[in-house]
């Protein structure tokens, strides 16, 4: 299976669909008249206001911190500094060019949930292939993404990350995986249970600890790296 899997990644990801992507996020940027770029200001200042409400009794700030929760963790940790290892220096400024197209991207993802979205609140990119591109070719289109993205969460989030927690109990402190395993699962139908309300107030409260601990390590490392190299 590791074979296979390796075939496939070498076919799905290269050269070709990176371009693809930096091309696609280029192309929106001028057509959006670079949008994205000059309201972030406007934006990080709605966002970054706890008591407003707005969604299913979430905040904004609270929407937010939900959505970095997915994004800062294993692979903005292991994943940037394998590049740079990788690919020197270079891969970094890449990342940043990668990430300013994106934000196109990004706000045209988010813009078109939000069109074909349905009134009980339920949206995505499934209701997006389904009833934007419509007919048959939408509804496969719905059914793949939904299939590919149910594989992904398990084997890029779910299992990437309770493997780091485990191994890291097991080094530390000696615990077996299975009890970190148990642990997690506890915690996080904990969290869900209480719905998309309960799942805001836990990153409300999470992620920005988080956040800080990450920027604080990150500097300390540097300051680590800089301090041996003189």
């Not at 990176?18 to 994205?36: E, I, N």
């Not at 007919?135 to 990350?161: E, K, P, S």
């Not at 309300?197 to 600890?209: E, M």
Request: glycine share 14%; proline share 5%.
């Amino acid at each position: 299976m590791g074979q296979w899997i390796e075939t496939l990644d070498r076919l799905v990801w290269g050269p070709g669909l990176l371009t693809a992507l930096l091309l696609t996020g280029g192309m929106l940027t001028v057509r959006l008249h670079f949008l994205p770029w000059r309201r972030l200001p406007w934006a990080l200042g709605q966002a970054l206001r706890p008591g407003r409400a707005g969604g299913p009794g979430l905040s904004p700030f609270q929407a937010l911190m939900t959505s970095l929760a997915a994004t800062v963790g294993t692979g903005t940790i292991v994943g940037v500094a394998s590049a740079m290892v990788l690919g020197g220096p270079g891969a970094l400024a890449w990342m940043w060019l990668s990430a300013a197209a994106g934000m196109a991207t990004k706000f045209a993802e988010c813009t078109l949930a939000s069109r074909w979205r349905t009134a009980r609140g339920r949206g995505g990119p499934m209701l997006v292939l389904q009833t934007g591109v419509g007919g048959r070719l939408g509804r496969v289109l719905a059914v793949l993404w939904a299939a590919f993205a149910l594989c992904a969460a398990f084997g890029i989030g779910c299992l990437t990350q309770a493997n780091a927690l485990a191994e890291i109990a097991r080094r530390r402190w000696g615990l077996p995986p299975l009890w970190m395993g148990l642990a997690l699962a506890a915690l996080s139908l904990a969290v869900l249970a209480g719905g998309a309300r309960r799942v805001g107030t836990v990153c409300g409260a999470l992620v920005p600890v988080m956040g800080l601990v990450y920027l604080a390590a990150a500097l300390a490392a540097l300051l680590r790296g800089r301090a041996m190299w003189l």
